[in-house]
C-alpha cells in the first residue's frame, strides 16, 4: 500500500528550486524537527526555521533540563539516605554550579547530535531566524520567503501566567528561569499543582529547599486517575514538601526578603521566591496564522484529527494542536503528518495512548483512561480495576519504594488503562503503553514472562491477578 501510494506521489512533485520545498516548517522543537527528518527520509525537500535553537522547549528549558535537575535531586536523596542500605556518606552540600554544568552538558551534548543529524540530511535547509506566515503556502524569515507546498506550523508554548500576575524572573519566576537559578532557594512556593510544579517542588526539596505547592484543584496531579494524586500527596507529605489543594491563588506581593503569596479566603505563604507553573500556552500570536485564515480556539491551533488546519496544505503539530503538550506527542504528530503528505495514509494518533510521565519522587506513570474516565465511557459495572503493591515486588522492596500498579479492564474486554507510582516507574510505561495501544486482554498479558527480580514483574503480576491466576498476591 505505502509503496504505491509513495509511487504516485513522486510522479507528481517537480524539483524545488532555491525557496520553494515540499515542506516548510515553522518552529524546530519536538514537532518541527521530528516532521522535518521523517519527510526528508521520505524523499521530499524541507526548509526548517527556528528563530532560536533548534531542539526547542523540551531540549533547552523542560524536559531535559529539568530532568537532570531531577536526577541530581535524587543524588543528594539517597546520599542523605545512604545509611539505610548500610553505606556511609554524608551530603555536604549540593553545588549549584556543579548541578548547572552537569545539566548543560547534558543539553549541550543532545544539541549537537540534534544538529548533525538536520545539517546530515542533505533535503533539509535549515534556516535560523524569526518567520511568519504571509501567505498560505509561504513562510518569510527577513524579507526571503519560503514556499512550501505544504506548510506545518510547530511554533510551540511559552510559560502562560495569571491575569495581572507579572513574572519578574527574580521572585516571581518560569521554569524557564527556574532551570537557570545559581543557587539553592532556602524557600520556595510553587504555583500551581500540575506536572512542572510537582517535579519542581520535588527537586528543589532534595535540594533542601522548603516548598509549598499551592493548587486551586482539590488535588495535586489533577488530570491524573484520583488514586495517583492520593499516592503522591502521601509521600510529599512523608518528605515534608506542604501543599495547600483546593484554594485558588489570589495574590502575591514582594517583602523585604522574598514573595507572600495570599490564597483566596486570606491565608498567606511567604518564601524567597515563587515559581509559576499554571499551564503552558500556544505560541501563535503575531505570526500571521489568523491572517492567513488558520482558525483558532483560545489560540489554539484548531486540527481535525489529521492534523489539518482550516488552510488546504497547512498542518500544525505540537503543543500549538489542544491536547497534551508533550514532546513525544509532538515527535509522533511531526512524522505524522511527513508520512501524511508524502502520501502514506498513517492511521491517526489515540491521544489516549500517549503514555505520561510525571518524574517526581515518586515517579507517576500513565496511559489510557482513568478509574473515573473508564467508568463513564464503559458503565459503572463494567470496569474492573486491580491495584498490585509493589511492596509485593522484589526489586521494590531492594529500592525501597512504595507504590502501585493499578490496571483498569472492561469486563470480558481489554486493558484501558494502567496508572502507575513508585521509583523507576516511568520505566515501566512502555510495556503498559504497549498493551493498551495493542488492547491487549490480561489473560493475553498473563502468558508473557517478566524477568525475576524487576519491578515489571509488577506489571505481569497485576495482569496475572486480573485474569484470575494471581501469583504474589491475592485475587
Ligand atoms: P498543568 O496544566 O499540568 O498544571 C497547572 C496547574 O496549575 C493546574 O493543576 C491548575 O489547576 C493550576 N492552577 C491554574 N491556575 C491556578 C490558580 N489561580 N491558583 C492555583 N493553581 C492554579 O501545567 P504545567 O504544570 O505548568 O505544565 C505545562 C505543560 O508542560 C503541561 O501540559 C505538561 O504536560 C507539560 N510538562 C510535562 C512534563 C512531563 O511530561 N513530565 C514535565 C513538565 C511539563
Given at each position: 500500500m505505502a509503496e504505491v501510494a509513495r509511487a504516485t506521489w513522486e510522479m507528481t512533485v517537480s524539483q524545488p528550486n532555491e525557496t520553494t520545498f515540499d515542506v516548510v516548517i515553522l518552529g524546530g522543537g519536538s514537532g518541527g524537527y521530528a516532521a522535518a527528518l521523517r519527510a526528508a527520509q521520505l524523499d521530499l525537500s524541507v526548509a526548517l526555521i527556528e528563530k532560536d535553537k533548534l531542539g526547542g522547549t523540551c531540549l533547552h528549558r523542560g524536559c531535559i533540563p529539568t530532568k537532570a535537575l531531577l536526577h541530581a535531586g535524587e543524588i543528594a536523596d539517597q546520599t542523605r539516605e545512604s545509611e539505610a542500605f548500610g553505606v556511609k556518606a554524608e551530603l555536604l552540600g549540593v553545588d549549584m554550579a556543579g548541578v548547572n554544568t552537569y545539566k548543560d552538558g547534558v543539553v549541550g551534548r543532545l544539541y549537537k547530535g540534534l544538529q548533525g543529524l538536520v545539517k546530515g540530511s542533505k533535503l533539509i535547509t535549515y534556516v535560523e531566524g524569526h518567520g511568519t506566515l504571509v501567505a498560505p503556502n509561504a513562510v518569510e524569515v527577513d524579507g526571503t520567503r519560503y514556499t512550501g507546498r505544504n506548510v506545518i506550523l510547530a511554533t510551540g508554548s511559552y510559560s502562560r501566567s495569571l491575569p495581572g500576575l507579572e513574572l519578574d524572573g527574580e521572585r516571581v519566576i518560569s521554569s524557564e528561569h527556574a532551570?537557570?537559578?545559581?543557587?539553592?532557594?532556602?524557600?520556595?512556593?510553587?504555583?500551581?499543582?500540575?506536572?512542572?510544579?510537582?517535579?519542581?517542588?520535588?527537586?528543589?526539596?532534595?535540594?533542601?529547599?522548603?516548598?509549598?505547592?499551592?493548587?486551586?484543584?482539590?488535588?495535586?496531579?489533577?488530570?491524573?486517575?484520583?488514586?495517583?494524586?492520593?499516592?503522591?500527596?502521601?509521600?510529599?507529605?512523608?518528605?515534608?514538601?506542604?501543599?495547600?489543594?483546593?484554594?485558588?491563588?489570589?495574590?502575591?506581593?514582594?517583602?523585604?526578603?522574598?514573595?507572600?503569596?495570599?490564597?483566596?479566603?486570606?491565608?498567606?505563604?511567604e518564601a524567597e521566591l515563587m515559581l509559576v507553573a499554571v499551564g503552558r500556552g500556544p505560541t501563535t500570536a503575531n505570526l500571521g496564522y489568523e491572517e492567513q485564515g488558520v482558525?483558532?480556539?483560545?489560540?489554539?491551533?484548531?486540527?481535525?484529527?489529521?492534523?489539518?488546519?482550516?488552510?488546504?496544505?497547512?498542518?500544525?503539530?505540537?503543543?500549538?494542536?489542544?491536547?497534551?503538550?508533550?514532546?513525544?506527542?509532538?515527535?509522533?504528530?511531526?512524522?505524522?503528518?511527513?508520512?501524511?503528505?508524502?502520501?502514506?495514509?498513517?492511521?491517526?494518533?489515540?491521544?489516549?495512548?500517549?503514555?505520561?510521565?510525571?518524574?517526581?519522587?515518586?515517579?507517576?506513570?500513565s496511559v489510557g483512561l482513568t478509574e473515573a474516565k473508564a467508568k463513564e465511557r464503559h458503565g459503572d459495572d463494567k470496569v474492573t480495576a486491580y491495584t498490585y503493591n509493589l511492596g509485593g515486588n522484589g526489586r521494590s522492596s531492594i529500592l525501597k519504594t512504595q507504590g502501585f500498579i493499578k490496571v483498569v479492564r472492561v469486563d470480558d474486554g481489554p486493558v484501558v488503562g494502567i496508572h502507575m507510582v513508585g521509583a523507576r516507574v516511568g520505566e515501566l510505561i512502555a510495556e503498559a503503553q504497549l498493551i493498551y495501544n495493542w488492547e491487549a486482554y490480561p489473560a493475553e498479558v498473563a502468558q508473557l514472562i517478566h524477568p525475576h527480580p524487576t519491578q515489571s514483574e509488577a506489571l505481569g503480576e497485576a495482569h496475572l491477578a486480573l485474569a484470575g491466576k494471581p501469583l504474589h498476591a491475592h485475587a
Open positions: 532551570l537557570t537559578l545559581d543557587r539553592v532557594p532556602t524557600s520556595a512556593i510553587v504555583l500551581g499543582g500540575g506536572v512542572i510544579g510537582v517535579e519542581f517542588a520535588s527537586a528543589w526539596k532534595s535540594f533542601g529547599a522548603d516548598v509549598t505547592i499551592l493548587e486551586a484543584l482539590p488535588r495535586l496531579v489533577a488530570a491524573e486517575d484520583a488514586d495517583l494524586s492520593k499516592a503522591l500527596e502521601r509521600a510529599y507529605r512523608k518528605r515534608g514538601i506542604n501543599f495547600k489543594v483546593g484554594k485558588p491563588f489570589e495574590k502575591v506581593e514582594r517583602t523585604e526578603n522574598g514573595v507572600r503569596a495570599t490564597l483566596a479566603g486570606g491565608e498567606t505563604v482558525t483558532l480556539d483560545r489560540g489554539f491551533v484548531t486540527t481535525d484529527e489529521r492534523l489539518r488546519t482550516s488552510v488546504p496544505n497547512v498542518y500544525a503539530v505540537g503543543d500549538i494542536v489542544p491536547g497534551l503538550q508533550l514532546a513525544h506527542r509532538g515527535f509522533q504528530q511531526g512524522i505524522f503528518v511527513a508520512e501524511e503528505i508524502a502520501g502514506l495514509n498513517p492511521p491517526v494518533i489515540d491521544e489516549a495512548g500517549i503514555p505520561r510521565v510525571t518524574y517526581s519522587d515518586p515517579e507517576l506513570a
